[in-house]
Structure formats: structure tokens, C-alpha cells
């Protein structure tokens, strides 16, 4: 699997819009990018994934540069339950495990 | 909606004991993934099963087995309990194996003392 850069952490005012970066440079064509999020000590709940069209859900959307190297995961309406630790996986259509390494922790401020 | 379920929550162990953590899928999801995270650090794979069968291994100690049963529930096993085995366990589910969505449950916390 393709490894990720993502910031170390970030903060967002209550309300406003996060969005978070990840490159992904070394991705291959068969990749997906996958957003997970931890809030603390629970287990990892997905958010969203995509190959290379933008997604949207009802949590965030995802938008995918045309290159694929980079992507923005955005939350449109943060809130205080949204503070967790983000990770931006990239894996395979045949890769069976999430390599899950450092992540945002994004901090949602009153 | 039903989701992933694990048991126990909690669990204390001594040293060299044995432990054992039980994961019961999503409905429908015969896939499993089972993955570790000690304090402070993110959580890693140890091992997938599809079907009954072992579908990928990662940084799973020799001294921890696991299975997936008909049910399509899986049980890790865990021996001779180290101190450095103290994390959060974590097992996922998913409806097929390779690229599909996996769905975490609540983790089981081991503290071995």
C-alpha cells in the first residue's frame, strides 16, 4: 500500500467547515483512499472512501486532486463530537488489511 | 443497525497467563480483522480471516492464534501473556474479503500485569 502524509493536527472552529489533507503521491491506479476516524480509545469508524471521482455522504465528502495525490477530506459542519484522530488510508482492491499511520488529530473548538 | 460486538469489554491478566477475545460480525459479514493498539500508538493489523479460512497475517506474535468458527465468529487466542501485550483489541468486519469497508467494534482493553 501506498503511504500517506497527513499533518499532525489541526484545529477547527465549532460550526465551520474542517477540511483535512492527505497526500498520497505514490498512489497506483487500483488504489482507493479511504478516511477512517478514532475518536478516543474507540474503535476506528469509517467515514468515507473513493478511487477518483469527489464522494459525498452523509458525513463528509472526499475530494480527489485529477492526479490522485493528494485529497481533501471535508467536514462541512464540525462539531465538538467530531474531535478525533483522522487517518487517510490508501490500500488496494486486493489488500486486506488498513495500514493505519499517524492521522490529524483534529481538535473542534467552542 | 446491528454492529460489530466484542467480548469482553474489559479483561485483566497476569503475566503467562492465556487470554481470550471473541468478535461476533455484522450480520451477513464473513470477514473478520482482528488489530492491536498499544498506548499511545496506532492501531495494527494481525490477521484476517474469509470464510473460515486465514486470508492475511500481519505483526501477530507466534504466541497468538485465531480462528473464525461456521457462525462466521472469530475468537483470538492469546498465551504465555507478556506485559507488552497490554492494548486495545480490535476486531472488524466486512461483507467479502480484499478492498471492502470495514466496520470496527468497540475494541476489548487487555491489561496485563
Known amino acids: 500500500d501506498a503511504k500517506t502524509t497527513q499533518p499532525t493536527s489541526m484545529d477547527c472552529a465549532e460550526g465551520r467547515a474542517a477540511n483535512l489533507p492527505c497526500n498520497h503521491s505514490?498512489?497506483?491506479?487500483?488504489?482507493?483512499v479511504y478516511w477512517y476516524r478514532q475518536i478516543h480509545s474507540q474503535g476506528p469508524q469509517y467515514i468515507i472512501h473513493g478511487l477518483k471521482n469527489n464522494e459525498t455522504n452523509e458525513m463528509a465528502s472526499l475530494i480527489i486532486t485529477e492526479d490522485r495525490k493528494s485529497s481533501t477530506l471535508i467536514l462541512p459542519h464540525a462539531t465538538l463530537r467530531d474531535t478525533a484522530v483522522y487517518y487517510c488510508i490508501v490500500r488496494d482492491n486486493a489488500g486486506n488489511m488498513l495500514t493505519f499511520g499517524g492521522g490529524t488529530r483534529l481538535m473542534v473548538k467552542p | 443497525a446491528a454492529g460489530v460486538i466484542q467480548s469482553p469489554r474489559h479483561l485483566i491478566k497476569e503475566k503467562r497467563e492465556t487470554a481470550t477475545l471473541k468478535c461476533y460480525p455484522i450480520?451477513?459479514?464473513?470477514?473478520v480483522y482482528w488489530y492491536q493498539q498499544g498506548p499511545g500508538q496506532d492501531p495494527q493489523f494481525l490477521i484476517s480471516f474469509y470464510e473460515k479460512m486465514q486470508s492475511d497475517k500481519g505483526s501477530i506474535p507466534d504466541r497468538f492464534s485465531a480462528q473464525q468458527f461456521s457462525d462466521y465468529h472469530s475468537e483470538l487466542n492469546m498465551s504465555s501473556l507478556e506485559l507488552g501485550d497490554s492494548a486495545l483489541y480490535f476486531c472488524?468486519?466486512?461483507?467479502?474479503?480484499?478492498?471492502?469497508?470495514?466496520?470496527f467494534g468497540p475494541g476489548t482493553r487487555l491489561l496485563v500485569l
Open positions: 450480520p451477513r459479514h464473513d470477514t
Open positions: 472488524a468486519s466486512s461483507l467479502g474479503a480484499g478492498a471492502k469497508t470495514q466496520y
Open positions: 505514490t498512489i497506483s491506479g487500483n488504489e482507493y
